[in-house]
């Protein structure tokens, strides 16, 4: 027997939204160093133990192309560009490879990965060039690049090896130890001379390092101060369409997707299911384009969870369920700041509530569910469903069907969206298994 229906509550909210953007409505405007910080937090979720590295290598760039004499305009642009640098990294093992020596004969792959991802999110296209040759030696960059580019990406991979000789030497010395350390992380830096680093970019960390603030900034206590107090001496805002917001939406979710080779192409067939079905609803266009977005982003948080608990083969033990169980809030914590006047971030993070109050992180239930969070869920579990995972194979349509009537009649999901599901199972299977 079906559970009973329970009343869905209009979430106020949304029509806020909606109404914000239409009609009339052709765009807003996007803070890009406010976005490149928040892309940078994710990122820097993908380090675990370590969760500062983009946005370290973001600020000590700013500090030395000031040094270098850089107008302001230049230093906010090498800013973001250390901030995005390692927009192409996902997993825990590449981040862990490319922090563990100077050079690694597989960098390029995650440098190509970021060009391509930045270049389909068109505020950021400017930025590839650079992110493409951030590990290539200097002694080895194309002569047809810019000097400009030469020295960014030169910059930029100076800089990240600044961090990673430095989160050396902090495995076994408290940060305060940095000042006295200082010269010789940059000596290690320095024999590379003409050959990984370009003789413009030392000079202006060589003076850098002098300054105590230089390292002191680097600290968490310090860090984001010191980030927001250079993007607000010359703001990067643009004005950006809707079209472009679900760019950057793809641009994160690809980032997210490439995490797990189970989870590829998860979340934007998500954002395909939820649009599919807003439509099914009636849901005029806008209230589908905020659904596909938050259908795109709704796994961000998961850059943070391990690759072994990702591709884990079997049960989850209860620290890893734990461990798995927090990316709803993580992916709170990064969409609040870059969509702040829409409901994304609490779509988001209510994803894996159940209407019987049986799911997480908030244990929310009933009437506090609102219509667009319940069918978040139903496509994210539908999707899943038919797709491989590690501890087994993708489903069929009939198979994943009865899982949900399970849990429909459990209370977990909504029976109404789940009918409309059931009803055009067949469609929606094929959009959820499309391209796998």
Same mark, same amino acid.
């Given at each position: ?107 390029? !792959? ?7 991802? @930045?270049?389909?999110?068109? /505020?950021? &296209? =400017?930025?590839?060039? $650079? *992110? +493409? ?53 940059? !000596? ?7 050959? @990984?680093?370009?003789?413009? /970019?030392? &000079? =202006?960390?060589?003076? $850098? *390092? +002098? ?70 609803? =009636?849901?005029?266009?806008?209230? +589908? ?148």
């Amino acid at each position: 027997m079906a559970a009973p229906s329970v009343e869905v509550p209009v979430d106020r909210s949304v029509d806020r939204a909606v109404d914000r953007m239409s009609p009339g409505w052709t765009g807003l405007r996007l803070d890009l160093g406010q976005v490149a910080h928040t892309v940078a937090r994710a990122l820097d979720y993908v380090g675990i133990d370590d969760r500062s590295h983009g946005r370290r290598v973001g600020l000590m760039c700013a500090r030395v192309a000031a040094e270098l004499g850089w107008t302001p305009a230049q230093q906010t642009e090498a800013l973001i560009t250390g901030m995005l640098h390692d927009c192409g990294v996902s997993s825990t093992d590449m981040h862990r490879k490319l922090t563990e020596s100077m050079e690694w004969s597989g960098a390029e !792959d995650h440098c190509l990965k970021g060009q391509d991802a @930045l270049r389909h999110f068109a /505020p950021f &296209a =400017g930025y590839a060039p $650079a *992110i +493409r040759w951030h590990h290539t030696r200097w002694a080895s960059l194309p002569q047809a690049l810019s000097n400009e580019t030469r020295m960014m990406t030169n910059l930029v991979f100076l800089c990240d090896r600044m961090d990673v000789q430095m989160a050396v030497f902090q495995a076994d010395h408290p940060p305060v130890d940095l000042l006295q350390a200082r010269f010789d992380l940059f !000596d290690s830096l320095h024999v590379h001379a003409g050959l @990984l680093f370009g003789p413009v /970019p030392l &000079a =202006g960390l060589q003076q $850098a *390092i +002098r300054r105590d603030s230089f390292w002191l900034e680097l600290q968490d206590d310090f860090l984001d101060r010191a980030i927001f107090e250079i993007l607000s001496v010359h703001e990067r805002t643009v004005d950006v369409s809707f079209d472009d917001v679900l760019s950057l939406g793809a641009f994160l979710s690809q980032i997210v997707d490439a995490k797990s080779p189970f989870t590829r192409q998860h979340s934007l067939r998500v954002a395909d299911l939820v649009e599919a079905m807003g439509t099914l609803l =009636g849901y005029g266009p806008r209230r +589908r384009e905020l659904l596909r977005l938050a259908g795109l982003l709704h796994d961000i948080g998961k850059l943070r969870t391990p690759d072994e608990i990702l591709e884990k083969g079997g049960p989850l033990s209860v620290t890893e369920r734990d461990c798995m169980r927090r990316h709803p809030m993580d992916s709170k914590l990064i969409l609040i700041d870059l969509f702040p006047d829409t409901p994304l971030a609490r779509w988001v993070s209510h994803h894996h509530e159940k209407i019987n109050g049986q799911g997480y992180p908030y244990g929310l239930s009933g009437a506090e569910l609102d219509e667009e969070t319940r069918l978040l869920t139903l496509c994210d579990i539908f999707q899943a469903l038919s797709q491989n995972r590690p501890y087994r194979n993708r489903l069929k349509a009939d198979e994943i069907m009865r899982i949900m009537v399970a849990m429909r009649d459990s209370g977990e999901l909504d029976p109404d969206l789940f009918a409309l599901l059931d009803a055009h199972r067949d469609r929606m299977y094929r959009i959820a298994t499309a391209d796998s």
